[in-house]
């Protein structure tokens, strides 16, 4: 009999899967733009090696090279490549050492050689051809003789260069993986906080979850405790940390939160170990009311403001904290959505009956009940992303997001804004972002209909 109520089950969300997709096909702007984001994802993840100066494969003087291999951080990490390696000269015998990132392979005379299909690096500088290239000019490279003579086929810069020589669809295929990045990861955080508190939010309310008084009493003190040992103490570690690198922040910054979870947890546990008598009366916990006043709060700080703020005191830019930043900025929408259809699901009957059977609130809430609260977080999520993208794309625009190292479209439009004469500058980044940002926007709208039956086409 439970076999088959579970084979029943596994069907039918097999057939709202099924009739979703269904659903969102039919919707063709959002199908198309799905399958641009499927694009958009294959040069994210492969932009090193379809853009990048350095040769897939090449053979010089009888041996077989794989640069671009070698210098990415796989090579370096899993296989070990130290990014250099010798070569014998056939008829002197001379040995002649290659960095595998300094090494000029355009100007050696390989006697085989792969190229990426852009042979340009986003950060690679062509001072051949520098000081805003425009698509039509003439370009030069320098052949294996030392000889500067015009650049024909792969090796033009298609869409142009900046005022450093850089490639323009260089700088656009590292773009997307960058932009896919950070609307990915800042999302990501963005959801685990706004599902656990939404969750908790919605499930509990004000009157589902009872602590003993002394426990109710002490919940100040253990924040002012965990605050002072979790984050007051170590404040200075982490700023140092700040100062040496973002990423080595960032750990110290975990450390001192889960310091301060970990101190908060004890208090309270203690304290209901320690109650009697009176203290030990069970009192309701407003866990609603105080995530939503806290999700007021947040609201009201202006993302811009935050990350100024977070860049004065870091003196070293970083985009995986831009990425922190955003995400910590993100998730009260999502807060509110869960929390919205948690009130809901929380009164149904499949929730009532795993409570009869006397499942733990934890189970209740992740393994049933939140599964069935998703739909309009994913909508969200799509719309979170385009966001995200947008933010990231102003903030380096006005120089205060990414570090100037790495090659943002936001960062293009910056550059191309000290010259307005290099329309390509402006043009082909500016249509990147409209294009992605429209792209998610109707992936987003497609999703919503689709998890919507109400919509039924």
């Known amino acids: 009999m439970k076999e088959t109520e579970k084979h029943n089950d596994n069907t039918q969300r097999f057939s709202f899967r099924k009739y979703a997709w269904k659903q969102f096909k039919k919707n063709i702007p959002a ?117 500067i003579q015009a650049s024909e086929g792969k090796f033009r810069h298609r869409l142009g260069t900046d005022i450093l020589g850089r490639d323009v669809l260089a700088g656009l295929i590292h773009g997307t993986k960058i ?40 919940i100040f003190p253990a924040l002012m405790l965990a605050w002072f040992y979790g984050i007051q103490i170590r404040s200075y570690s982490v700023s140092d940390a700040m100062e040496q690198s973002a990423a080595y922040g960032l750990f110290q910054f975990f450390i001192s939160l889960l310091l301060f979870v970990a101190v908060f947890l004890v208090v309270i546990f203690l304290s209901g170990k320690l109650a009697v008598g009176v203290l030990a009366k069970k009192v309701n916990l407003p866990v609603d009311t105080w995530i939503s006043r806290f999700i007021e709060i947040f609201n009201s700080m202006p993302k811009l403001l935050l990350i100024l703020s977070v860049s004065a005191i870091v003196e070293e830019r970083s985009m995986w904290l831009l990425m922190v930043i955003i995400g910590l900025s993100s998730w009260t929408e999502i807060a509110r959505f869960v929390r919205a259809e948690l009130l809901r699901v929380r009164e149904l009957e499949f929730i009532q009956a795993a409570r009869s059977f006397g499942f733990s609130d934890f189970r209740i809430i992740f393994k ?45 439009l910056n550059i191309g804004r000290t010259e307005p004469e290099s329309w390509w500058m402006i043009v082909f980044p500016g249509l990147a972002i409209f294009v992605t940002i429209t792209m998610y926007n109707l992936i987003g709208e497609g999703l919503r209909d689709a998890l919507d039956p109400r919509q039924k086409r």
């Open 31 to 147: 199908f198309i733009s799905f399958w641009i984001l499927m694009l958009m994802i294959f040069v994210g993840v492969f932009a090193s090696f379809i853009a990048n100066d350095q040769p897939l494969y090449a053979k010089y003087r009888g041996k077989t090279f794989y640069p671009a291999f070698a210098t990415h951080w796989i090579g370096k990490s899993v296989f070990g490549c130290s990014g250099l390696d010798s070569t014998q000269h056939p008829e002197t015998g001379n040995w002649e050492i290659l960095s595998y990132e300094n090494t000029d392979w355009k100007s050696l005379n390989l006697e085989s050689v792969v190229w990426a299909p852009v042979p340009f690096s986003a950060s690679g500088q062509d001072i051949l051809n520098r000081d805003f290239s425009s698509p039509g000019d003439v370009h030069f490279k320098r052949n294996a003789n030392g000889e």
């Open 179 to 218: 932009a896919l990045l950070v609307g990915v990861v800042s999302m990501g955080i963005a959801v685990l906080i706004g599902l656990f508190l939404g969750a908790m939010a919605g499930y509990y309310g004000d009157h589902g979850l009872q602590l003993k008084r002394l426990q109710y009493w002490m």
């Open 368 to 412: 049933h009940a939140l599964p069935n609260a998703l739909a309009p977080v994913f909508v969200y999520i799509a719309f979170g992303i385009a966001s995200s993208i947008l933010v990231e794309s102003g903030l380096s625009f006005l120089n205060i997001g990414v570090p100037d190292d790495v090659v943002t479209w936001g960062s293009m």
